[in-house]
């Protein structure tokens, strides 16, 4: 079968542009699928390589695919609509409480409902488990270590474990000792024992908005309150918003997600970033830094930590394997700056010591290569079925719905009109089967009731086109205002 007819009229890379646009059409391409290579192209077609090139060139061009720096080109969802920043419809806010308990209740039980589509939990690495890497590496553990594994370990962590965390900080530019690194049962206790350092009962706690309902809960659970500070779709947290925060209220610390917000997946460039620490630290205010998806970036590099930028000491990093490895491990790390011996008296009267069966076997999973060959695979197949889910949304979702464009993690923040309230029709989505995250769960006064996060960290099948089938009929019956 001839794939171009070089005595037609038409241009060859013109050609070339119909057969890609011909392939999307029947379903044969997919939004995030990687095109033929130039030179496979080339041959397929009996063409020249520069001829394909053009083509390819032409069609980014017109934003129907994307070129990857040594990867390819890949197919776009074009027809998406993107979700833009809305800051002139900002107001302005208190320190609040959470409103909406029984909610989050109801998103976490979801999660485990039997033969259930569970769009409303972030877990990326369920994309790509590295489960059978992990339970080698593990007989092998067991087989080395026999009765030491039910021990007790120390207090801040394996020694290997923290020196191969420090290595990788100082690849960064990041100077850490490994000694200042305690390793914490995951990063919610590392972001508990960072809040009880910097504040107490009654402070106020600067977060992005809209932000993770598990950082709102941690912090009034230790009697604090949330205050939220305008979070950009593209950009992540607004410098000049916070200086204003800070100068409007008594700020104690900031808990920020500087690298990729969940659930916006916006980054803050290093520019940025370090314009927040020198603002912050000229105002001895600390920054608890959420590092659990910096691992997980589609831009061209790993974002910087902001860990770089203190010069007081006042930024606390705070991360896991959680999103990238072992959810199930339960092992996470704390860089806390200025306050490590606090942190340590805090870590020891509240758990102790973390497992070390799980940290003898990351450690092995770091020092052997594979946890980066591993992130790699896992980068790509995020990236992947984020193009693919964004085109599902906007496909099965009303005209008026945007959505985010995350530059990393696993989730996506959709916003439908603004009379949907997409709590409403929560159970009724249960019931069918699919959860998803309502949007009111992400603030603590309330705020994006027509929002909903919808989860892309899935091994992908056809259940997946379905629920968001689901979720669109949904969102298209709901009564107008």
């Known amino acids: 079968m001839r794939l171009v007819d070089k005595s037609a009229p038409e241009f060859l890379y013109q050609q070339v542009i119909d057969f890609v646009e011909h392939q999307e059409k029947i379903?044969?391409?997919?939004?995030?699928?990687?095109?033929?290579?130039?030179?496979?192209?080339?041959?397929?077609?009996?063409?020249?390589?520069?001829?394909?090139?053009?083509?390819?060139?032409?069609?980014?061009?017109?934003?129907?695919?994307?070129?990857?720096?040594?990867?390819?080109?890949?197919?776009?969802?074009?027809?998406?609509?993107?979700?833009?920043?809305?800051?002139?419809?900002?107001?302005?806010?208190?320190?609040?409480?959470?409103?909406c308990r029984s909610l989050i209740e109801q998103v976490y039980d979801a999660v485990h409902m039997p033969d259930s589509v569970a769009l409303g939990i972030s877990n990326p690495v369920h994309a790509h488990p590295p489960d059978k890497a992990l339970a080698r590496l593990m007989r092998s553990v067991l087989s080395r270590v026999s009765e030491k594994a039910v021990s007790y370990g120390?207090?801040?962590?394996?020694?290997?474990?923290?020196?191969?965390?420090?290595?990788?900080?100082?690849?960064?530019?990041?100077?850490?000792?490994?000694?200042?690194?305690?390793?914490?049962?995951?990063?919610?206790?590392?972001?508990?024992?960072?809040?009880?350092?910097?504040?107490?009962?009654?402070d106020v706690i600067a977060v992005e908005s809209p932000c993770y309902f598990g950082l709102i809960e941690l912090i009034e659970s230790l009697g604090m309150k949330a205050l939220e500070v305008y979070t950009s779709p593209e950009d992540g947290v607004c410098v000049p918003e916070l200086a204003s925060v800070i100068k409007q209220h008594s700020v104690k610390a900031c808990l920020f997600s500087t690298?990729?917000?969940?659930?916006?997946?916006?980054?803050?460039?290093?520019?940025?970033?370090?314009?927040?620490?020198?603002?912050?630290?000229?105002?001895?205010?600390?920054?608890?830094?959420?590092?659990?998806?910096?691992?997980?970036?589609?831009?061209?590099?790993?974002?910087?930590?902001?860990?770089?930028?203190?010069?007081?000491?006042?930024?606390?990093?705070?991360?896991?394997?959680?999103?990238?490895?072992?959810?199930?491990?339960?092992?996470?790390?704390?860089?806390?700056g200025l306050f490590e011996e606090k942190a340590k008296r805090i870590k020891r009267a509240q758990s102790c010591s973390t497992p070390m069966l799980q940290q003898w076997t990351l450690t092995d999973y770091l020092m052997s290569g594979e946890y980066d060959r591993h992130l790699q695979v896992l980068r790509k197949t995020l990236r992947y079925n984020c193009e693919r889910m964004r085109a599902l949304i906007a496909q099965h979702f009303p005209e008026q719905v945007c959505i985010s464009k995350p530059q990393g993690g696993s989730v996506i923040w959709v916003r439908c009109r603004s009379h949907v309230d997409t709590s409403q029709f929560f159970s009724q989505a249960i019931k069918?089967?699919?959860?998803?995250?309502?949007?009111?769960?992400?603030?603590?006064?309330?705020?994006?009731?027509?929002?909903?996060?919808?989860?892309?960290?899935?091994?992908?099948?056809?259940?997946?086109?379905?629920?968001?089938?689901?979720?669109?009929?949904?969102?298209?019956?709901?009564?107008?205002?």
Request: aromatic content about 8%; proline content about 6%.
């Open 27 to 99: 379903g044969a391409l997919r939004a995030g699928d990687k095109l033929p290579s130039l030179r496979k192209l080339s041959r397929q077609f009996e063409i020249s390589v520069p001829t394909v090139k053009q083509a390819y060139v032409e069609l980014e061009r017109q934003g129907t695919i994307s070129a990857r720096p040594q990867s390819g080109y890949y197919l776009k969802a074009k027809q998406a609509r993107t979700l833009l920043p809305r800051r002139a419809k900002w107001a302005s806010c208190e320190p609040a409480e959470i409103s």
């Open 154 to 202: 120390p207090v801040n962590g394996d020694p290997k474990l923290r020196l191969s965390l420090a290595c990788r900080y100082q690849e960064q530019g990041v100077l850490v000792n490994h000694d200042d690194l305690i390793i914490t049962n995951g990063a919610q206790e590392a972001l508990s024992i960072a809040l009880q350092c910097v504040a107490e009962r009654g």
């Open 259 to 336: 690298a990729i917000n969940n659930p916006l997946g916006s980054m803050m460039t290093d520019a940025q970033r370090k314009n927040m620490v020198e603002l912050l630290e000229a105002n001895n205010i600390p920054l608890i830094e959420d590092e659990v998806y910096s691992d997980l970036y589609f831009t061209e590099r790993r974002p910087t930590s902001a860990q770089l930028y203190s010069e007081k000491g006042l930024v606390l990093t705070c991360s896991s394997f959680s999103k990238t490895a072992a959810p199930g491990y339960r092992v996470g790390w704390l860089l806390p």
């Open 432 to 481: 069918q089967g699919v959860s998803f995250a309502p949007g009111e769960i992400f603030s603590p006064s309330g705020k994006y009731k027509n929002y909903m996060r919808i989860s892309f960290g899935v091994q992908w099948c056809e259940r997946i086109d379905e629920a968001i089938q689901t979720l669109g009929k949904l969102v298209h019956q709901y009564p107008d205002a």
